[in-house]
């Protein structure tokens, strides 16, 4: 400092650039580490602006601004990239870490012992990134005995499709999961309170700083990494190729090629050997609902929520699954649809017995008429699948021709001669 004149002389500023890693990212600013150091950088306008152009797990360099503050002046080229999808905005593709070498999907012991999918598209994604995929199934400890035993068949499935499947508690220490990621960076994915965050810590790894709602690196032993993620439910994958589908359901794959249609949907066709080994229950039912929503592109992108049948009226266009018949609310007289009017077929849908009666999904074929008190006609209808029956009201514009042709189909294998009836009238 010159006294004489009480100005300040600006001591030399190191602005040589340094390599650092991005473990979080807030608004504007980014915390970046580097030699076990945390930096907080600004960031510039052109990264603020751009999707996807920073993501945690990024390698960048960074500079001294002055007055304690670093600025990131570049992202340096990433090794891998793992994305997922949005339901929104189903073009849009979603960076959820950069230069990984492992994903580590998250699920419950009670979410597998009902559902699908979710492990399925985590394991497309990892191959996609080009990088190891493993399972982790928590709170193993909180499910009986018994329903471990039906898991572990469903855990050698996954251990022919994933690189690696562990499960148990995220309160215990997992030894054996540490050592298998032993010295990479690992980002753990999935949905809110399932024990992402639980197991990491349990890893002895030292968390720079803390967040429940963006992506952390946290830095674990013997050179491994972690990025826990915020909780989400699917990765909803676009896209999703043939090869890639049957690389996920390799039991499904195999089924597939023996169907007597080339071109079978699984749905409704008869010969279908996806849909025998449903009806056998060799084929789990939450294993083909997760195969037929990747198969249905639309379906999958769709982020309209679906109406529950069990309380609300069906009053929107759809398309039959058995004849291909365009079917819109006009016409029904009551603007309720429950069957195709044409073919008279419907799908088997709700929990409750009643117009459509059950998760079973599967075609509910027309087989005969009862006539209701007051004289209106109703159609019994039986599932393919399950052999439930069901009784719905006739539509005003429903097939005259099929109609009656159900309802005389008794007639036609009557379980005496019809020729008692001639006896019987002519006493």
């Given at each position: 400092?010159?006294?004489?004149?009480?100005?300040?002389?600006?001591?030399?500023?190191?602005?040589?650039?340094?390599?650092?890693?991005?473990?979080?990212?807030?608004?504007?600013?980014?915390?970046?580490?580097?030699?076990?150091?945390?930096?907080?950088?600004?960031?510039?306008?052109?990264?603020?602006?751009?999707?996807?152009?920073?993501?945690?797990?990024?390698?960048?360099?960074?500079?001294?601004?002055?007055?304690?503050?670093?600025?990131?002046?570049?992202?340096?080229?990433?090794?891998?990239?793992?994305?997922?999808?949005?339901?929104?905005?189903?073009?849009?593709?979603?960076?959820?870490?950069?230069?990984?070498?492992?994903?580590?999907?998250?699920?419950t012991a009670d979410?597998?012992?009902?559902?699908?999918?979710?492990?399925?598209?985590?394991?497309?994604?990892?191959?996609?990134?080009?990088?190891?995929?493993?399972?982790?199934?928590?709170?193993?400890?909180?499910?009986?005995?018994?329903?471990?035993?039906?898991?572990?068949?469903?855990?050698?499935?996954?251990?022919?499709?994933?690189?690696?499947?562990?499960?148990?508690?995220?309160?215990?220490?997992?030894?054996?999961?540490?050592?298998?990621?032993?010295?990479?960076?690992?980002?753990?994915?999935g949905d809110r309170?399932?024990?992402?965050?639980?197991?990491?810590?349990?890893?002895?790894?030292?968390?720079?700083?803390?967040?429940?709602?963006?992506?952390?690196?946290?830095?674990?032993?013997?050179?491994?990494?972690?990025?826990?993620?915020?909780?989400?439910?699917?990765?909803?994958?676009?896209?999703?190729?043939?090869?890639?589908?049957?690389?996920?359901?390799?039991?499904?794959?195999?089924?597939?090629?023996?169907?007597?249609?080339?071109?079978?949907?699984?749905?409704?066709?008869?010969?279908?050997?996806?849909?025998?080994?449903?009806?056998?229950?060799?084929?789990?039912?939450?294993?083909?609902?997760?195969?037929?929503?990747?198969?249905?592109?639309?379906?999958?992108?769709?982020?309209?929520?679906?109406?529950?049948?069990?309380?609300?009226?069906?009053?929107?266009?759809?398309?039959?699954?058995?004849c291909g018949t365009?079917?819109?609310?006009?016409?029904?007289?009551?603007?309720?649809?429950?069957?195709?009017?044409?073919?008279?077929?419907?799908?088997?849908?709700?929990?409750?017995?009643?117009?459509?009666?059950?998760?079973?999904?599967?075609?509910?074929?027309?087989?005969?008429?009862?006539?209701?008190?007051?004289?209106?006609?109703?159609?019994?209808?039986?599932?393919?699948?399950?052999?439930?029956?069901?009784?719905?009201?006739?539509?005003?514009?429903?097939?005259?021709?099929?109609?009656?042709?159900?309802?005389?189909?008794?007639?036609?294998?009557?379980?005496?001669?019809?020729?008692?009836?001639?006896?019987?009238?002519?006493?």
């Open positions: 400092m010159n006294k004489k004149k009480g100005i300040k002389i600006k001591k030399d500023i190191n602005t040589e650039a340094f390599q650092a890693t991005v473990i979080n990212i807030m608004n504007k600013q980014v915390k970046v580490l580097s030699k076990g150091e945390v930096y907080s950088c600004l960031l510039p306008g052109s990264l603020i602006s751009n999707k996807n152009s920073l993501v945690v797990g990024d390698e960048v360099e960074a500079e001294n601004a002055g007055n304690g503050q670093y600025k990131l002046i570049h992202v340096l080229p990433r090794k891998t990239a793992l994305y997922r999808g949005n339901r929104r905005s189903p073009e849009e593709k979603v960076l959820v870490a950069a230069n990984v070498q492992c994903l580590l999907a998250f699920v979410y597998l012992l009902h559902q699908a999918g979710y492990l399925e598209s985590a394991i497309i994604a990892a191959r996609r990134a080009q990088i190891q995929v493993g399972i982790f199934i928590s709170k193993w400890d909180l499910i009986g005995e018994s329903a471990q035993a039906l898991l572990e068949a469903k855990l050698e499935l996954y251990k022919n499709t994933a690189d690696f499947v562990f499960a148990g508690s995220a309160r215990e220490r997992q030894e054996e999961l540490f050592k298998t990621v032993e010295g990479k960076t690992v980002v753990v994915v309170s399932c024990g992402k965050t639980t197991l990491i810590h349990g890893s002895d790894s030292r968390c720079p700083m803390t967040s429940t709602h963006t992506s952390v690196l946290e830095v674990g032993l013997k050179g491994t990494f972690w990025i826990d993620t915020p909780g989400f439910r699917d990765f909803a994958l676009q896209q999703i190729s043939e090869e890639e589908r049957n690389a996920v359901f390799p039991e499904l794959a195999q089924l597939t090629g023996g169907c007597y249609f080339r071109n079978c949907t699984h749905v409704h066709e008869d010969g279908c050997q996806v849909l025998e080994a449903l009806r056998s229950k060799k084929l789990k039912r939450e294993r083909y609902d997760a195969y037929q929503k990747m198969t249905d592109i639309k379906a999958a992108s769709s982020f309209t929520p679906k109406i529950d049948y069990r309380h609300s009226a069906c009053t929107e266009s759809f398309t039959c699954k058995v365009l079917v819109v609310p006009e016409g029904a007289g009551s603007r309720h649809r429950n069957h195709c009017p044409k073919c008279l077929s419907s799908i088997h849908i709700d929990n409750d017995p009643g117009d459509r009666a059950s998760l079973c999904k599967g075609i509910m074929e027309p087989v005969s008429v009862w006539v209701r008190k007051g004289g209106e006609w109703a159609i019994i209808h039986r599932c393919r699948m399950c052999g439930a029956l069901s009784s719905n009201r006739i539509a005003a514009d429903d097939n005259p021709a099929m109609l009656m042709s159900i309802a005389v189909k008794p007639l036609a294998m009557t379980p005496f001669p019809l020729n008692h009836l001639e006896e019987l009238f002519g006493q």
